[in-house]
């Protein structure tokens, strides 16, 4: 058998690297994904100056300087394995933190998520497959539960 580089005898795949025969070993599994969270999310406003240096070539506030901040608690379960979130928790959940500005772009208006902080390495993944620059991180956010008797009603 006689190996050509550029005509592989099996394709690799995978939704992202790393690649395999099977696709078993990326680090994102094929889309499409559900995703639910429980989040605390902040509206703000901020100098539209301040802003601009944090958006792309040809992207710019708003005029009233608008953004939102986020951290929330995420399960993400794959369509292609939808049992995902009981057999392998730890490919379900991640916190995510996250800083984004309204912004104009042309004619359009629209989000721009300037800064993500995730805690798993495959959600890190799955904001390169998306377009998303995602920083990995430890993120965490206050949690009170009802029943602790410590904690004020």
Not at 13 to 37: D, F, K, Q, W, Y
Not at 108 to 125: H, K, L, P, Q
Request: aromatic fraction near 10%.
């Amino acid at each position: 058998m006689t190996m050509d580089a550029t005509k592989p005898d099996r394709p690799w795949v995978g939704m992202s690297n790393p690649r395999s025969a099977t696709g078993a070993s990326a680090l994102v599994e094929p889309t499409p994904h559900h995703i639910g969270l429980d989040a605390i999310h902040v509206n703000f406003r901020a100098d539209p100056a301040r802003i601009a240096p944090f958006l792309p070539p040809g992207m710019e506030p708003v005029d009233e300087g608008t953004g939102w901040a986020m951290v929330g608690d995420l399960v993400k379960v794959s369509a292609e394995d939808p049992d995902q979130y009981w057999r392998n928790p730890e490919r379900t959940k991640y916190s995510e933190g996250l800083v984004g500005f309204n912004v104009r772009f042309g004619g359009r208006t629209g989000r721009y998520s300037a800064f993500v902080w995730v805690d798993r390495d495959w959600s890190m993944g799955m904001g390169q497959v998306m377009g998303w620059g995602k920083r990995l991180a430890s993120v965490e956010r206050t949690r009170f539960n009802e029943c602790n008797p410590a904690l004020p009603a």
